[in-house]
């Protein structure tokens, strides 16, 4: 009888703290959205797991994401009152993930239906607060569907070209300052004093310590050096021939004489399994992927991308047997890495 008792009462506690629970994250009067991501994170503090579908509004991991949703679990217990308005949610996560990328922010509240917050103090800065990009930088005037972020990169180091589908970019971080972590920040500012004092062992240490983290001091287009963040591109929807490869050394040289000395405009569309930000890269006002097919320098890569205009540039190639089509049976690069893997390359 007495363990009866005692398991009925431990069942009435466990449903009463179940129900302060999910009222802590689903406040009287909430709106909708600001409903779905309470939900989401009880979900995560009981499962451990993020919701279904987020992956396709953001660039990082699944364990970043995790992540997130710890911070986000710690910070609305903490919150008082709790959100209920959109705009009061979408300060939260704002302010609880302003040292994460302004492309996941961004990516999480779009995934909710939830506002950027306009508050200078909670959010990153609008792209109009920050410096206006030189006309030769600018990208197409509409963003083509699926884009997930735009980058506007400094000029691109001779080098960044690894061959011809491949950039790697740094990105200047004076205007999404919150984006940084501290530490890379004081290490930026150090490694410029010590090089102003001529310390150079010591500033190549601190640069290396920043390089480690994704993060490097290069110079802009006035010479001037600044924190950059890294990022490596994958060219979307093409497939240039491997070093070793007929044309393989002529594709790299094609796409590094378009890019070396100039900032790009890349649009992202998502993150590779190697972590390559894959994209469109635009320079001069010169699509890149558009001239490497017409050039001859690079397959369409149907398996990725169908888009109709990439297989008519080939096409255009291929009837004036340009570059690799002036070889009778060009292997395709695809064909070539898996003969590799294989032993039989």
Same mark, same amino acid.
Request: proline share 8%.
């Given at each position: 009888?007495?363990?009866?008792?005692? +398991?009925?009462l431990?069942?009435?506690?466990?449903?009463?703290?179940?129900?302060a629970?999910?009222?802590?994250?689903q406040?009287? $009067?909430?709106h909708?959205?600001?409903? =779905? *991501?309470?939900?989401?994170?009880?979900h !995560?503090?009981?499962?451990?797991?993020?919701?279904? $579908?987020?992956?396709r509004?953001?660039?990082?991991?699944?364990?970043?994401?995790?992540?997130?949703?710890?911070?986000?679990?710690?910070?609305?217990?903490?919150?008082?009152?709790?959100p /209920?308005?959109?705009?009061?949610?979408?300060?939260l996560v704002v302010?609880?993930?302003k040292?994460?990328q302004k492309?996941?922010?961004?990516?999480?509240?779009?995934?909710? $239906?939830?506002?950027?917050?306009?508050?200078?103090? =909670?959010?990153?800065?609008?792209p109009?607060?920050?410096?206006? @990009?030189?006309?030769?930088? =600018?990208?197409?005037?509409?963003?083509?569907?699926?884009?997930? !972020?735009?980058?506007?990169?400094?000029? %691109?180091?001779?080098?960044?070209? @690894?061959?011809g589908?491949?950039?790697? %970019?740094?990105?200047?971080?004076?205007?999404?300052?919150?984006?940084?972590?501290?530490?890379?920040?004081?290490a930026?500012?150090?490694? /410029?004093?010590?090089? @102003?004092? +001529?310390?150079?062992?010591k500033a190549d240490?601190?640069?290396?310590?920043?390089?480690?983290?994704?993060? +490097?001091? %290069?110079?802009?287009?006035?010479?001037?050096?600044?924190?950059?963040?890294?990022?490596?591109?994958?060219?979307?929807?093409?497939?240039?021939?491997?070093?070793a490869?007929?044309y393989?050394?002529? =594709?790299? #040289?094609?796409?590094?004489?378009?890019?070396? &000395?100039?900032?790009?405009t890349?649009?992202?569309y998502?993150?590779?399994?190697?972590g390559?930000s894959?994209?469109?890269?635009?320079?001069n006002? %010169? !699509?890149?992927?558009?001239?490497?097919?017409k050039?001859?320098?690079?397959?369409?890569?149907?398996?990725?991308?169908?888009?109709? #205009?990439?297989a008519?540039?080939?096409?255009?190639?291929?009837? &004036?047997r340009?570059? *690799?089509?002036a070889?009778? +049976?060009?292997? #395709?690069?695809?064909?070539?890495?898996?003969?590799?893997?294989? &032993?039989?390359?």
């Amino acid at each position: 009888m007495g363990n009866s008792i005692y +398991r009925f009462l431990c069942g009435v506690c466990s449903d009463l703290c179940s129900a302060a629970s999910e009222s802590a994250y689903q406040p009287h $009067g909430a709106h909708a959205a600001v409903a =779905a *991501l309470g939900r989401d994170i009880l979900h !995560f503090q009981r499962t451990k797991q993020v919701p279904e $579908g987020l992956s396709r509004h953001v660039v990082s991991s699944q364990n970043a994401q995790a992540n997130w949703y710890k911070k986000l679990q710690v910070a609305w217990k903490k919150a008082r009152p709790a959100p /209920t308005t959109p705009e009061d949610a979408a300060r939260l996560v704002v302010l609880t993930l302003k040292n994460h990328q302004k492309a996941d922010v961004e990516g999480l509240l779009a995934f909710y $239906g939830l506002p950027h917050p306009n508050a200078a103090s =909670a959010a990153p800065p609008p792209p109009s607060s920050a410096a206006p @990009a030189p006309a030769h930088h =600018a990208g197409p005037a509409h963003k083509p569907p699926g884009v997930k !972020f735009e980058l506007h990169t400094l000029p %691109v180091d001779a080098k960044a070209v @690894a061959d011809g589908d491949t950039i790697t %970019v740094y990105v200047d971080t004076s205007g999404e300052p919150g984006s940084v972590p501290g530490d890379i920040k004081k290490a930026a500012a150090e490694r /410029t004093k010590l090089r @102003a004092a +001529r310390n150079y062992p010591k500033a190549d240490a601190l640069q290396k310590t920043m390089a480690d983290a994704g993060y +490097r001091q %290069v110079p802009n287009a006035k010479g001037q050096e600044v924190l950059a963040k890294k990022y490596r591109i994958r060219l979307s929807g093409i497939d240039a021939p491997e070093s070793a490869m007929p044309y393989g050394k002529e =594709a790299k #040289e094609a796409l590094l004489k378009m890019v070396e &000395g100039k900032p790009l405009t890349v649009h992202v569309y998502d993150t590779d399994r190697y972590g390559r930000s894959v994209g469109d890269i635009h320079c001069n006002g %010169v !699509f890149v992927q558009e001239q490497m097919l017409k050039k001859g320098f690079a397959w369409h890569y149907t398996a990725y991308d169908k888009r109709p #205009e990439l297989a008519k540039w080939q096409k255009q190639a291929q009837d &004036g047997r340009k570059g *690799l089509w002036a070889s009778s +049976r060009p292997q #395709e690069p695809w064909e070539y890495r898996k003969a590799k893997r294989n &032993g039989t390359a």
